[in-house]
DNA sequence: TAGTTGATCGTCT
DNA sequence: GACGATCAACTAA
């Protein structure tokens, strides 16, 4: 399937945050390929968006937010999780869309194991439905932290085409400032979307 | 099923 | 020194 463009990255946030539902993410972990369908994203709008780490400039943490679009900034929180965001619009804006949750399209074995070890694993839709869960899951930690999704390490592709009319907004989940913004989009109906 | 809490540590004040 | 863009286990009802 097609790698999306670095232009498809340099379009205002919440434009991207939306068109990224649908889309596959593709990771490569031991020499296993796991592609996760995007179903729900939170926007992050820097300067603008007290919620944001980029909101009071730039630090060692967030250097990666202030790349050029299409760069992968995962940040470690809670002493034990990551999460991974995708960098949007041109260099030294700041602003990131968070990745909460995907369906699992390929590689679901490697996916259970990566997230059952060391801990559990019942339902299925728990491996993938949670912003530190999906980077457990694929792969993802601090050495990912500032990959080029032009690459061939991690790289997005056409996934399959959301309905405008199935793609639902609501205010962010977690944070504790900028609460009023309807920031998050996810698949209506989709099983796994967080909660 | 809703609400609470422990785990665990890097980052910024 | 306080606090997270979280998760899962636990408790109460």
């Not at 993410?25 to 020499?31: D, L, M, Y």
């Not at 796991?34 to 820097?46: F, H, K, N, S, W």
């Not at 457990?136 to 085409?161: C, H, V």
């Amino acid at each position: 399937m097609k790698k999306l463009p670095r232009s498809f990255y340099l379009r205002p946030t919440l434009t991207v945050a939306k068109e990224l539902l649908g889309k596959h993410i593709v990771t490569k972990a031991s020499g296993h390929s796991m592609i996760g369908r995007i179903v729900e994203v939170e926007a992050y709008l820097g300067g603008k968006d007290p919620a944001s780490h980029a909101y009071r400039g730039k630090t060692r943490r967030n250097e990666v937010m202030f790349l050029e679009g299409g760069h992968l900034y995962v940040y470690f929180t809670y002493g034990m999780h990551y999460c991974a965001n995708v960098v949007t619009e041109e260099e030294g804006i700041g602003h990131a869309v968070l990745l909460r949750a995907v369906e699992p399209v390929e590689g679901v074995e490697a996916m259970t194991r990566n997230r059952n070890a060391g801990n559990r694993g019942k339902n299925p839709v728990g491996i993938t439905n949670g912003p530190a869960k999906l980077c457990q899951a694929m792969g993802i930690g601090r050495s990912e932290n500032g990959t080029d999704l032009a690459g061939d390490k991690i790289f997005i592709t056409e996934g399959i085409d959301i309905p405008r009319s199935l793609i639902r907004s609501s205010p962010r989940i977690g944070v504790s400032k900028g609460v009023r913004h309807p920031w998050r989009f996810y698949i209506n109906n989709n099983a796994w979307v967080s909660r």
